[in-house]
């Protein structure tokens, strides 16, 4: 287990070094929920350090991502798909690129443009709920495009698509887990062309097949490895062929038919950390094995009547993991023991949280709905440090790069930082 530290927290060090001022994906630069630098502001509001602020058409719940002066979001304009490069100092608008059909959200907060784009020093990944995957150059033109509903078989989700493209040293690999037909998939990001398809249909009941999370890509012995949360199960995989290399159950117990998933999975530590059963359970598993480890490496599950988070994805640096639930209650717990350290709740209000928390500089920023963002102490006690309101509805997690915050709403895009 020593071993297992040491490569991880090296993986992660390398990481941090590569992507030092740039936020790749979703959940940051290690797919972790934490942020690189400091110096990031902890107070804001509309008259205080922002810097800029664009509006842009469509309504969008992605997070936007960074490499180096270039900030990408998608969103949808005029029923097409559509993504924008913006310059992350000012905000100017340097290109637009549309294709694809949009196909619209049911729920209120879906949209056409629910997963979050993903990037890398030479390519911008987008992928819609349409089923529309773009690979387009950091000048906005497209190298490659495909549709894998088309290719693979109709979206059966209850609702709005919402599992991001993550990146591996050679691939992209998208996650599906829906009714039937789920699967892994994996393009040479150069060419588009396949490089492998992995099925994963695990016997779960009804909507609980169903999965909105996405996949983990952890370096692990000098070996890239996926982890999957869904459908009941974690599944690990060979990032170079998608072979399953693990498994977890158990999940769901009671064989629960609505225990679809949202929230995504965090890997720190060694362990592999599930938020499960809308928002009723949280499961640490040690990583490595080979088959069912379900019996050998769950460490310890902790159970609650819906407290812990549904939607937001935990965030995990040194030992410690975070959890932003729904309605405003915020946990520190232990990685490997999955032992309480703090908790409380943030003042109440009619809006929930869907925004994954971020750690920063020292500090944990979640943001509700209604575009407020709270700062609390990473410390060994529940403390706001401030509470920070501005215009908009607020499902994308925040982003972070040199110093500043960029904070999207589902129509416009501020860019916070000291002044």
């Known amino acids: 287990m020593k071993a297992l530290l040491a490569t991880v927290t090296l993986s992660l060090l390398i990481a941090s070094a590569t992507f030092a001022g740039n936020w790749p994906g ?71 690129t549309e294709f694809g059909t949009e196909r619209a959200g049911k729920h209120k907060k879906g949209s056409g443009s629910s997963p979050s784009p993903a990037t890398d020093d030479q390519y911008v990944f987008t992928y819609f709920k349409s089923g529309d995957l773009a690979c387009l150059n950091k000048e906005g033109k497209i190298l490659w495009k495909k549709n894998l509903q088309k290719e693979y078989g109709e979206d059966t989700l209850w609702w709005d698509l919402g599992t991001s493209p993550v990146l591996t040293n050679d691939l992209i690999v998208i996650a599906c887990m829906q009714s039937d037909n789920s699967y892994l998939v994996a393009f040479d990001k150069a060419t588009g062309k396949e490089a492998w398809k992995q099925d994963r249909n695990l016997d779960a009941p009804e909507e609980a097949n169903q999965s909105y999370s996405t996949p983990v890509v952890v370096n692990q012995d000098g070996k890239e490895l996926i982890y999957v949360l869904g459908a009941d ?60 480890v379900t019996k050998s490496h769950v460490a310890w599950t902790n159970e609650a009547k819906g407290e812990f988070s549904d939607v937001p994805t935990p965030a995990a640096i040194n030992g410690r993991f975070y959890i932003c639930a729904d309605k405003g209650e915020v946990f520190c717990f232990d990685v490997k023991t999955g032992k309480k350290i703090w908790g409380d709740r943030l003042p109440r209000s009619r809006y929930k949280f869907s925004a994954s928390p971020i750690l920063a500089d020292g500090h944990i920023y979640v943001t509700r709905e209604d575009g407020t963002t709270f700062v609390l102490d990473q410390g060994d006690q529940f403390k706001v440090v401030s509470e920070n309101p501005l215009e908009g509805f607020a499902l994308a997690t925040p982003v972070f790069s040199d110093g500043k915050v960029y904070l999207k709403m589902t129509d416009k895009l501020y860019c916070i930082g000291k002044k």
Do not use: M
């Open 26 to 96: 979703w959940r940051g630069p290690t797919s972790n929920g934490v942020a690189q630098g400091t110096g990031y502001p902890v107070s804001w509001d509309k008259s205080k350090n922002i810097l800029w602020e664009v509006d842009f058409p469509g309504v969008s719940g992605s997070t936007p991502v960074i490499w180096g002066d270039d900030l990408f979001l998608t969103t949808t304009s005029e029923g097409k798909n559509q993504v924008l490069c913006l310059n992350k100092s000012t905000g100017k608008k340097k290109w637009e």
């Open 233 to 292: 199960h974690v599944t690990a995989h060979d990032a170079r062929s998608g072979k399953e290399l693990w498994r977890v159950g158990g999940l769901n117990p009671t064989q629960h038919k609505y225990f679809r998933s949202i929230s995504s999975p965090v890997v720190s530590d060694g362990y592999l950390v599930a938020p499960y059963a809308r928002g009723g359970s949280v499961t640490g598993i040690k990583l490595g094995g080979s088959g069912d």
